[in-house]
Nanobody, 115 residues
Framework: QGQLVESGGGLVQAGGSLRLSCAAS????????MTWYRQAPGAEREWVAV???????NYRDFAKGRFTISRDNAKNTVYLQMNSLKPEDTAVYYC?????????WGQGTQVTVSS
């Protein structure tokens, strides 16, 4: 059964950096498209960044120039490097994997950015 476990969240001051990790198991990671989502309190869940099987990337406008998504297929792990963090980045960050016809979700990791 596919499992995704996020880690690396925490409390950081505005302007700081954080690197999130998402470790996958039970899926063919190298054949999965990986996406980071986030959900702020009272807000809809929104996608943040995506990385394809071929390691092409795409970012929401708010993430461009600040966030970098990457993957390490040998470790079955996708990362989200977040720099120049802003208070509005505060949210629960989720990792998702799309493999074949199925989509898997992690439990989320809290990111809090203080002003």
């Amino acid at each position: 059964q596919g499992q995704l476990v996020e880690s690396g969240g925490g409390l950081v001051q505005a302007g700081g950096s954080l690197r999130l990790s998402c470790a996958a198991s039970g899926i063919n990671f190298s054949r999965s498209t990986m996406t980071w989502y986030r959900q702020a309190p009272g807000a809809e869940r929104e996608w943040v960044a995506v990385i394809t099987i071929g390691s092409n990337t795409n970012y929401r406008d708010f993430a461009k120039g600040r966030f970098t998504i990457s993957r390490d297929n040998a470790k079955n792990t996708v990362y989200l490097q977040m720099n120049s963090l802003k208070p509005e980045d505060t949210a629960v960050y989720y990792c998702s994997a799309r493999w074949d016809i199925r989509t898997y979700w992690g439990q989320g990791t809290q990111v809090t950015v203080s002003s």
